[in-house]
Protein backbone atom coordinates (compact mmCIF):
# COMPACT_ATOMS: atom_id res chain seq x y z
CA UNK A 1 0.00 0.00 0.00
CA UNK A 2 0.80 3.29 -0.79
CA UNK A 3 0.51 6.50 0.37
CA UNK A 4 0.11 10.06 -1.36
CA UNK A 5 -0.48 13.77 -0.17
CA UNK A 6 -2.64 13.63 -3.25
CA UNK A 7 -4.59 11.53 -5.26
CA UNK A 8 -6.20 11.88 -8.90
CA UNK A 9 -8.73 9.69 -10.12
CA UNK A 10 -8.79 10.16 -14.42
CA UNK A 11 -6.15 11.48 -16.46
CA UNK A 12 -7.90 13.75 -18.38
CA UNK A 13 -7.34 17.32 -19.05
CA UNK A 14 -8.02 18.08 -15.18
CA UNK A 15 -6.67 14.61 -13.81
CA UNK A 16 -3.27 15.28 -15.43
CA UNK A 17 -2.77 18.88 -15.25
CA UNK A 18 -3.84 18.79 -11.63
CA UNK A 19 -0.85 16.05 -10.85
CA UNK A 20 1.38 17.53 -12.54
CA UNK A 21 1.18 20.71 -10.73
CA UNK A 22 0.42 19.24 -7.69
CA UNK A 23 3.91 17.60 -8.38
CA UNK A 24 5.75 20.94 -8.74
CA UNK A 25 4.31 22.61 -5.46
CA UNK A 26 6.10 19.41 -3.64
CA UNK A 27 3.47 16.93 -2.88
CA UNK A 28 3.59 13.57 -3.53
CA UNK A 29 0.79 12.66 -6.25
CA UNK A 30 -0.52 10.01 -8.12
CA UNK A 31 -3.30 9.37 -10.73
CA UNK A 32 -5.10 6.77 -11.29
CA UNK A 33 -6.61 5.58 -14.82
CA UNK A 34 -8.04 2.72 -16.53
CA UNK A 35 -7.58 3.32 -20.18
CA UNK A 36 -4.33 1.97 -21.88
CA UNK A 37 -3.61 5.55 -22.19
CA UNK A 38 -3.70 8.98 -20.41
CA UNK A 39 -5.52 11.89 -21.39
CA UNK A 40 -8.92 10.98 -20.92
CA UNK A 41 -11.92 11.56 -23.50
CA UNK A 42 -10.48 14.45 -24.59
CA UNK A 43 -6.97 12.93 -25.88
CA UNK A 44 -8.02 9.85 -26.72
CA UNK A 45 -12.12 9.91 -28.19
CA UNK A 46 -12.47 13.50 -28.34
CA UNK A 47 -10.80 17.17 -28.90
CA UNK A 48 -7.90 15.47 -30.09
CA UNK A 49 -9.22 13.12 -32.64
CA UNK A 50 -11.45 15.26 -33.81
CA UNK A 51 -9.22 17.97 -34.53
CA UNK A 52 -6.84 15.29 -36.49
CA UNK A 53 -10.03 15.27 -38.67
CA UNK A 54 -11.58 18.51 -38.82
CA UNK A 55 -7.58 19.49 -40.15
CA UNK A 56 -7.55 16.53 -42.53
CA UNK A 57 -10.85 17.33 -44.11
CA UNK A 58 -10.36 21.16 -44.35
CA UNK A 59 -7.44 20.54 -46.68
CA UNK A 60 -9.50 17.90 -48.72
CA UNK A 61 -12.24 21.00 -48.56
CA UNK A 62 -9.23 23.94 -50.03
CA UNK A 63 -8.04 21.34 -52.88
CA UNK A 64 -11.18 20.54 -53.87
CA UNK A 65 -12.51 24.51 -53.68
CA UNK A 66 -9.57 27.05 -53.43
CA UNK A 67 -6.49 25.42 -55.11
CA UNK A 68 -7.10 25.92 -58.47
CA UNK A 69 -7.84 29.57 -58.31
CA UNK A 70 -4.85 30.11 -56.35
CA UNK A 71 -2.94 28.49 -59.43
CA UNK A 72 -2.42 25.03 -57.92
CA UNK A 73 -3.43 22.42 -60.88
CA UNK A 74 -4.28 19.44 -60.57
CA UNK A 75 -6.02 16.15 -59.88
CA UNK A 76 -8.15 16.97 -56.58
CA UNK A 77 -7.14 13.95 -53.98
CA UNK A 78 -8.93 11.36 -53.23
CA UNK A 79 -9.71 10.18 -49.86
CA UNK A 80 -8.29 7.18 -48.06
CA UNK A 81 -10.26 6.84 -44.65
CA UNK A 82 -8.00 3.54 -43.39
CA UNK A 83 -5.25 6.30 -43.58
CA UNK A 84 -7.09 9.19 -42.09
CA UNK A 85 -8.30 7.12 -39.20
CA UNK A 86 -3.69 5.75 -39.12
CA UNK A 87 -3.65 9.57 -39.11
CA UNK A 88 -5.88 10.40 -36.39
CA UNK A 89 -4.39 7.55 -34.20
CA UNK A 90 -0.99 8.75 -34.91
CA UNK A 91 -2.00 12.24 -34.09
CA UNK A 92 -3.78 10.60 -30.59
CA UNK A 93 -0.54 8.26 -29.37
CA UNK A 94 1.93 11.67 -29.82
CA UNK A 95 -0.14 13.16 -27.16
CA UNK A 96 -0.91 10.33 -24.71
CA UNK A 97 2.89 9.60 -25.19
CA UNK A 98 3.62 13.19 -24.26
CA UNK A 99 1.77 12.90 -20.96
CA UNK A 100 3.09 9.58 -19.80
CA UNK A 101 6.80 11.42 -20.34
CA UNK A 102 5.47 14.22 -18.46
CA UNK A 103 4.25 12.19 -15.23
CA UNK A 104 7.66 10.50 -15.09
CA UNK A 105 9.70 14.18 -15.59
CA UNK A 106 7.56 14.77 -12.63
CA UNK A 107 7.25 12.01 -10.27
CA UNK A 108 3.85 11.79 -10.86
CA UNK A 109 2.86 7.83 -10.31
CA UNK A 110 0.34 6.34 -12.62
CA UNK A 111 -2.00 3.87 -10.82
CA UNK A 112 -2.83 1.49 -13.56
CA UNK A 113 -6.75 0.31 -12.99
CA UNK A 114 -10.18 1.74 -12.18
CA UNK A 115 -10.68 3.80 -8.82
CA UNK A 116 -13.32 3.46 -6.40
CA UNK A 117 -13.21 5.35 -2.64
CA UNK A 118 -14.19 2.60 -0.12
CA UNK A 119 -13.44 5.99 2.74
CA UNK A 120 -12.10 9.54 3.07
CA UNK A 121 -8.63 8.96 2.41
CA UNK A 122 -8.67 5.64 0.86
CA UNK A 123 -8.55 4.69 -2.88
CA UNK A 124 -9.16 1.48 -4.12
CA UNK A 125 -7.74 -0.19 -7.46
CA UNK A 126 -7.96 -3.66 -8.07
CA UNK A 127 -6.78 -5.34 -4.72
CA UNK A 128 -4.48 -3.05 -3.82
CA UNK A 129 -5.74 0.20 -1.27
CA UNK A 130 -3.55 3.66 -1.23
CA UNK A 131 -3.95 6.08 1.31
CA UNK A 132 -3.86 9.81 0.39
CA UNK A 133 -4.55 12.91 2.36
CA UNK A 134 -6.46 14.20 -0.15
CA UNK A 135 -8.47 13.35 -3.34
CA UNK A 136 -9.53 14.72 -6.20
CA UNK A 137 -12.25 13.00 -8.59
CA UNK A 138 -11.48 14.22 -12.12
CA UNK A 139 -13.78 11.45 -13.86
CA UNK A 140 -15.15 13.13 -16.92
CA UNK A 141 -18.33 12.75 -18.51
CA UNK A 142 -19.66 10.61 -20.88
CA UNK A 143 -22.04 11.06 -23.90
CA UNK A 144 -25.95 11.37 -23.11
CA UNK A 145 -28.57 10.30 -25.08
CA UNK A 146 -32.30 10.38 -25.46
CA UNK A 147 -35.01 8.00 -24.63
CA UNK A 148 -36.00 6.16 -27.24
CA UNK A 149 -32.68 6.53 -29.11
CA UNK A 150 -30.25 3.11 -28.47
CA UNK A 151 -26.71 3.53 -29.08
CA UNK A 152 -24.71 0.99 -31.07
CA UNK A 153 -21.52 3.08 -32.05
CA UNK A 154 -21.97 1.41 -35.33
CA UNK A 155 -25.06 2.93 -37.10
CA UNK A 156 -26.22 4.32 -34.09
CA UNK A 157 -23.64 6.54 -32.55
CA UNK A 158 -21.78 9.16 -30.23
CA UNK A 159 -18.82 10.95 -31.08
CA UNK A 160 -16.80 8.07 -29.75
CA UNK A 161 -18.27 5.81 -32.67
CA UNK A 162 -18.29 8.51 -35.33
CA UNK A 163 -14.37 8.84 -35.02
CA UNK A 164 -14.17 5.05 -35.67
CA UNK A 165 -16.52 4.44 -38.60
CA UNK A 166 -15.82 1.82 -40.80
CA UNK A 167 -17.04 3.58 -44.20
CA UNK A 168 -17.56 7.26 -44.89
CA UNK A 169 -21.78 7.23 -44.59
CA UNK A 170 -23.58 8.44 -47.58
CA UNK A 171 -25.98 10.32 -45.68
CA UNK A 172 -25.71 11.26 -41.86
CA UNK A 173 -28.02 12.63 -39.69
CA UNK A 174 -26.93 14.64 -36.26
CA UNK A 175 -29.07 15.20 -33.33
CA UNK A 176 -28.23 18.10 -31.58
CA UNK A 177 -26.65 21.16 -33.29
CA UNK A 178 -23.85 22.23 -31.04
CA UNK A 179 -20.03 21.98 -30.65
CA UNK A 180 -19.94 17.92 -31.34
CA UNK A 181 -22.27 17.88 -33.72
CA UNK A 182 -21.21 20.59 -35.78
CA UNK A 183 -17.64 19.67 -35.73
CA UNK A 184 -18.03 16.19 -36.88
CA UNK A 185 -21.14 17.04 -39.22
CA UNK A 186 -19.07 19.19 -41.25
CA UNK A 187 -16.13 16.35 -40.88
CA UNK A 188 -18.46 14.12 -43.04
CA UNK A 189 -19.87 16.74 -44.76
CA UNK A 190 -16.69 17.43 -45.87
CA UNK A 191 -16.37 13.68 -46.80
CA UNK A 192 -19.50 13.80 -48.96
CA UNK A 193 -22.09 12.70 -46.75
CA UNK A 194 -25.50 14.07 -46.82
CA UNK A 195 -25.49 15.45 -43.22
CA UNK A 196 -28.69 16.86 -42.04
CA UNK A 197 -28.86 17.92 -38.62
CA UNK A 198 -32.20 17.84 -36.14
CA UNK A 199 -32.45 20.60 -33.09
CA UNK A 200 -35.06 20.86 -30.71
CA UNK A 201 -34.63 24.45 -30.15
CA UNK A 202 -35.16 27.08 -32.55
CA UNK A 203 -31.94 28.12 -33.06
CA UNK A 204 -28.32 26.40 -33.76
CA UNK A 205 -25.50 26.48 -30.58
CA UNK A 206 -27.57 27.25 -27.57
CA UNK A 207 -26.34 29.61 -25.68
CA UNK A 208 -24.55 31.65 -28.00
CA UNK A 209 -24.59 35.36 -29.23
CA UNK A 210 -27.81 35.01 -31.24
CA UNK A 211 -26.04 37.37 -34.29
CA UNK A 212 -23.29 34.97 -34.46
CA UNK A 213 -25.64 31.88 -34.19
CA UNK A 214 -27.26 33.03 -37.27
CA UNK A 215 -24.43 33.99 -39.46
CA UNK A 216 -22.72 30.51 -38.81
CA UNK A 217 -25.84 28.39 -39.77
CA UNK A 218 -26.04 30.43 -43.54
CA UNK A 219 -22.15 29.57 -43.85
CA UNK A 220 -22.54 25.93 -42.58
CA UNK A 221 -25.69 25.72 -45.25
CA UNK A 222 -23.82 27.04 -47.74
CA UNK A 223 -20.85 24.54 -46.67
CA UNK A 224 -23.90 21.48 -47.39
CA UNK A 225 -25.56 20.90 -44.08
CA UNK A 226 -29.07 20.63 -43.89
CA UNK A 227 -30.99 21.73 -40.81
CA UNK A 228 -34.16 20.96 -38.99
CA UNK A 229 -34.76 23.22 -36.18
CA UNK A 230 -37.60 22.97 -33.30
CA UNK A 231 -37.73 19.36 -33.73
CA UNK A 232 -38.55 17.01 -31.07
CA UNK A 233 -37.11 13.32 -31.39
CA UNK A 234 -39.32 11.10 -30.57
CA UNK A 235 -36.92 7.75 -31.38
CA UNK A 236 -34.26 6.13 -33.78
CA UNK A 237 -34.91 2.75 -35.10
CA UNK A 238 -32.62 0.37 -36.69
CA UNK A 239 -33.19 -1.93 -39.31
CA UNK A 240 -30.49 -4.06 -41.74
CA UNK A 241 -27.63 -1.30 -42.23
CA UNK A 242 -29.80 1.99 -41.99
CA UNK A 243 -31.33 3.66 -38.87
CA UNK A 244 -34.50 6.06 -38.87
CA UNK A 245 -35.30 9.11 -36.94
CA UNK A 246 -38.93 9.55 -36.23
CA UNK A 247 -39.63 13.37 -34.81
CA UNK A 248 -42.25 16.10 -33.98
CA UNK A 249 -42.16 19.61 -35.18
CA UNK A 250 -42.87 22.13 -31.78
CA UNK A 251 -44.57 24.55 -34.31
CA UNK A 252 -47.41 22.03 -35.29
CA UNK A 253 -46.71 18.75 -33.52
CA UNK A 254 -46.65 17.11 -36.91
CA UNK A 255 -44.59 13.85 -37.02
CA UNK A 256 -41.96 13.25 -39.68
CA UNK A 257 -39.09 10.63 -40.42
CA UNK A 258 -35.38 10.73 -41.55
CA UNK A 259 -33.36 7.70 -42.92
CA UNK A 260 -29.62 7.52 -42.75
CA UNK A 261 -26.74 5.32 -42.92
CA UNK A 262 -25.54 6.99 -40.02
CA UNK A 263 -27.32 9.00 -37.18
CA UNK A 264 -24.92 10.92 -35.21
CA UNK A 265 -26.45 11.44 -31.17
CA UNK A 266 -25.07 14.95 -30.41
CA UNK A 267 -26.62 16.11 -27.33
CA UNK A 268 -24.90 16.70 -24.77
CA UNK A 269 -22.81 14.96 -21.89
CA UNK A 270 -23.39 14.02 -18.27
CA UNK A 271 -20.98 13.74 -15.43
CA UNK A 272 -19.01 10.08 -15.46
CA UNK A 273 -19.17 8.90 -11.85
CA UNK A 274 -20.32 4.96 -12.34
CA UNK A 275 -18.28 2.76 -9.63
CA UNK A 276 -16.16 5.44 -7.58
CA UNK A 277 -18.66 4.37 -4.73
CA UNK A 278 -19.76 8.17 -3.65
CA UNK A 279 -23.50 7.16 -2.66
CA UNK A 280 -22.53 5.27 0.11
CA UNK A 281 -19.65 7.55 0.81
CA UNK A 282 -22.91 10.29 1.51
CA UNK A 283 -21.33 12.99 -1.56
CA UNK A 284 -23.57 15.41 -2.14
CA UNK A 285 -24.89 15.44 -5.71
CA UNK A 286 -26.99 18.30 -7.81
CA UNK A 287 -30.01 17.79 -9.29
CA UNK A 288 -28.09 17.21 -12.69
CA UNK A 289 -25.93 14.70 -11.16
CA UNK A 290 -22.96 16.76 -10.63
CA UNK A 291 -20.72 16.45 -7.98
CA UNK A 292 -21.53 19.67 -5.21
CA UNK A 293 -18.62 21.39 -4.36
CA UNK A 294 -17.94 24.95 -3.19
CA UNK A 295 -15.47 27.70 -3.90
CA UNK A 296 -12.38 25.33 -2.99
CA UNK A 297 -13.57 22.38 -4.69
CA UNK A 298 -14.53 20.32 -1.67
CA UNK A 299 -17.14 18.29 -1.51
CA UNK A 300 -19.46 17.79 1.85
CA UNK A 301 -17.09 14.86 2.63
CA UNK A 302 -13.75 15.87 4.00
CA UNK A 303 -10.39 15.43 1.99
CA UNK A 304 -12.73 14.92 -0.93
CA UNK A 305 -12.81 16.86 -4.54
CA UNK A 306 -14.02 17.28 -7.61
CA UNK A 307 -13.10 19.18 -10.45
CA UNK A 308 -13.96 19.43 -14.48
CA UNK A 309 -16.84 17.54 -15.95
CA UNK A 310 -18.26 16.34 -12.94
CA UNK A 311 -18.78 19.62 -11.06
CA UNK A 312 -21.03 22.63 -12.24
CA UNK A 313 -19.68 24.98 -15.47
CA UNK A 314 -18.53 24.50 -19.11
CA UNK A 315 -17.80 21.07 -19.82
CA UNK A 316 -14.37 22.56 -21.50
CA UNK A 317 -10.95 21.10 -21.39
CA UNK A 318 -9.54 23.84 -20.52
CA UNK A 319 -11.79 25.03 -17.67
CA UNK A 320 -11.07 21.08 -16.27
CA UNK A 321 -6.92 22.46 -16.84
CA UNK A 322 -7.93 25.86 -14.64
CA UNK A 323 -9.62 23.64 -11.96
CA UNK A 324 -6.89 21.13 -11.90
CA UNK A 325 -4.80 24.15 -11.40
CA UNK A 326 -6.62 25.98 -8.92
CA UNK A 327 -6.68 22.88 -6.39
CA UNK A 328 -3.64 21.60 -6.54
CA UNK A 329 -2.32 25.15 -5.26
CA UNK A 330 -5.37 25.11 -3.04
CA UNK A 331 -3.87 21.80 -1.27
CA UNK A 332 -0.64 22.40 -1.80
CA UNK A 333 -1.47 25.93 0.90
CA UNK A 334 -1.59 28.44 -2.06
CA UNK A 335 -5.07 30.63 -3.36
CA UNK A 336 -5.96 28.86 -6.20
CA UNK A 337 -8.56 30.57 -8.12
CA UNK A 338 -10.63 30.54 -11.75
CA UNK A 339 -12.07 33.17 -13.43
CA UNK A 340 -15.02 31.42 -14.65
CA UNK A 341 -16.09 35.06 -16.07
CA UNK A 342 -13.10 34.46 -18.56
CA UNK A 343 -13.37 31.23 -20.25
CA UNK A 344 -13.55 31.25 -24.12
CA UNK A 345 -15.33 28.63 -25.98
CA UNK A 346 -14.45 27.59 -29.90
CA UNK A 347 -16.08 25.42 -32.55
CA UNK A 348 -13.96 24.26 -34.72
CA UNK A 349 -15.64 24.29 -37.86
CA UNK A 350 -14.47 26.48 -40.56
CA UNK A 351 -14.49 29.03 -39.95
CA UNK A 352 -14.06 28.66 -36.38
CA UNK A 353 -16.69 30.33 -33.96
CA UNK A 354 -15.24 31.66 -30.64
CA UNK A 355 -16.58 33.15 -27.89
CA UNK A 356 -15.76 34.98 -23.73
CA UNK A 357 -17.98 36.56 -21.65
CA UNK A 358 -21.52 38.41 -22.29
CA UNK A 359 -24.06 38.05 -25.11
CA UNK A 360 -26.16 40.90 -26.15
CA UNK A 361 -28.67 38.40 -24.87
CA UNK A 362 -27.61 38.01 -21.22
CA UNK A 363 -26.62 41.89 -20.90
CA UNK A 364 -30.28 42.58 -22.21
CA UNK A 365 -31.50 40.34 -19.59
CA UNK A 366 -29.45 42.00 -16.81
CA UNK A 367 -30.38 45.50 -18.04
CA UNK A 368 -26.63 46.81 -18.24
CA UNK A 369 -26.06 49.05 -20.21
CA UNK A 370 -23.56 48.52 -23.26
CA UNK A 371 -21.98 49.15 -26.66
CA UNK A 372 -21.41 47.26 -29.91
CA UNK A 373 -18.17 47.09 -32.30
CA UNK A 374 -18.21 45.03 -34.94
CA UNK A 375 -15.94 44.39 -38.14
CA UNK A 376 -16.11 42.00 -40.59
CA UNK A 377 -13.12 40.10 -42.34
CA UNK A 378 -14.22 40.92 -45.52
CA UNK A 379 -12.67 44.28 -44.79
CA UNK A 380 -9.61 42.00 -43.46
CA UNK A 381 -6.57 41.79 -46.10
CA UNK A 382 -4.85 38.68 -44.90
CA UNK A 383 -8.25 36.72 -44.53
CA UNK A 384 -9.44 38.03 -48.35
CA UNK A 385 -5.96 36.68 -49.86
CA UNK A 386 -6.54 33.65 -47.65
CA UNK A 387 -10.61 32.70 -49.25
CA UNK A 388 -11.31 33.15 -44.97
CA UNK A 389 -13.38 36.08 -45.27
CA UNK A 390 -16.51 35.16 -43.64
CA UNK A 391 -17.80 36.28 -40.53
CA UNK A 392 -17.01 38.88 -38.04
CA UNK A 393 -15.48 39.98 -34.72
CA UNK A 394 -18.00 41.79 -32.30
CA UNK A 395 -16.85 43.14 -29.44
CA UNK A 396 -19.16 44.37 -26.85
CA UNK A 397 -18.23 47.05 -23.52
CA UNK A 398 -19.59 48.88 -21.08
CA UNK A 399 -21.73 51.72 -22.38
CA UNK A 400 -20.23 54.63 -19.89
CA UNK A 401 -16.51 52.92 -18.87
CA UNK A 402 -16.11 50.84 -22.43
CA UNK A 403 -14.61 48.00 -19.78
CA UNK A 404 -14.94 44.51 -22.30
CA UNK A 405 -17.91 42.80 -21.13
CA UNK A 406 -17.53 39.72 -23.70
CA UNK A 407 -16.61 38.85 -27.65
CA UNK A 408 -17.77 36.65 -30.41
CA UNK A 409 -15.60 35.75 -33.38
CA UNK A 410 -16.78 34.00 -36.46
CA UNK A 411 -14.21 33.72 -38.43
CA UNK A 412 -10.30 32.23 -39.21
CA UNK A 413 -8.42 31.45 -36.40
CA UNK A 414 -11.24 32.45 -33.94
CA UNK A 415 -10.14 30.08 -31.42
CA UNK A 416 -6.79 31.59 -31.36
CA UNK A 417 -7.66 35.33 -31.88
CA UNK A 418 -10.19 35.16 -28.75
CA UNK A 419 -7.11 34.81 -26.22
CA UNK A 420 -6.19 38.41 -26.33
CA UNK A 421 -9.43 39.32 -25.53
CA UNK A 422 -9.07 37.38 -22.59
CA UNK A 423 -6.13 38.45 -21.72
CA UNK A 424 -7.84 42.19 -21.65
CA UNK A 425 -10.78 41.12 -19.90
CA UNK A 426 -8.35 39.43 -17.45
CA UNK A 427 -6.49 42.63 -16.43
CA UNK A 428 -10.07 45.10 -16.27
CA UNK A 429 -9.41 46.45 -19.64
CA UNK A 430 -11.03 49.05 -22.18
CA UNK A 431 -11.83 48.36 -25.64
CA UNK A 432 -9.95 51.65 -25.97
CA UNK A 433 -7.04 50.09 -24.88
CA UNK A 434 -6.95 47.45 -27.68
CA UNK A 435 -7.77 49.96 -29.73
CA UNK A 436 -4.72 52.10 -29.25
CA UNK A 437 -2.81 48.70 -29.45
CA UNK A 438 -0.45 47.97 -32.82
CA UNK A 439 -1.40 45.58 -34.31
CA UNK A 440 1.34 43.20 -37.05
CA UNK A 441 -0.05 44.23 -41.03
CA UNK A 442 -1.56 41.96 -42.74
CA UNK A 443 -2.84 39.61 -39.85
CA UNK A 444 -6.26 38.09 -38.62
CA UNK A 445 -5.84 39.68 -35.06
CA UNK A 446 -6.18 42.77 -36.80
CA UNK A 447 -10.04 42.39 -37.25
CA UNK A 448 -9.89 42.19 -33.14
CA UNK A 449 -8.13 45.62 -33.21
CA UNK A 450 -10.75 47.17 -35.93
CA UNK A 451 -13.56 46.12 -33.79
CA UNK A 452 -12.05 47.55 -30.78
CA UNK A 453 -12.06 50.78 -32.64
CA UNK A 454 -15.62 50.34 -33.56
CA UNK A 455 -16.27 50.77 -29.65
CA UNK A 456 -15.64 54.33 -30.27
CA UNK A 457 -15.47 56.53 -33.51
CA UNK A 458 -15.08 53.78 -35.59
CA UNK A 459 -13.19 51.20 -37.80
CA UNK A 460 -11.00 52.64 -39.91
CA UNK A 461 -11.51 49.84 -42.84
CA UNK A 462 -15.08 49.57 -42.44
Known amino acids: MSSYDVIFIGSGPGGYVGAIRAAQLGLKVACVEGRATLGGTCLNVGCIPSKALLHATHMLHEAEHNFAGMGL ?19 IAQNTGGIEFLFKKNKVDWIKGWATIPAAGKVKVGDETHDAKHIVIATGSQAASLPGVEVDEKIVVTSTGALELGKIPKTMVVIGAGVIGLELGSVFARLGADVNVIEYL ?37 KGAKATVSYKLRKDDSTHEMT ?16 LGLADLGV ?21 YAIGDTITGPMLAHKAEDEGMAVAEILAGQHGHVNYGVIPGVIYTHPEVANVGETEESLKAAGRAYKVGKFPFMGNARAKANHAADGFVKILADKETDRILGAHIIGPMAGDLIHEICVAMEF ?6 LARTCHAHPTYSEAVREAALACGDGAIHA
Not at 260 to 275: N, S
Request: proline fraction near 3%.
Open 428 to 433: GAAAED
Open 202 to 238: DAITPGMDAEVARQFQKVLTKQGLKFTLGAAVQGVTV
Open 284 to 304: EMTERGQIKTNGSFATNVAGI
Open 73 to 91: KGKAPTVDWTQMLTYKSET
Open 260 to 275: ADTVLVATGRKPYTDG
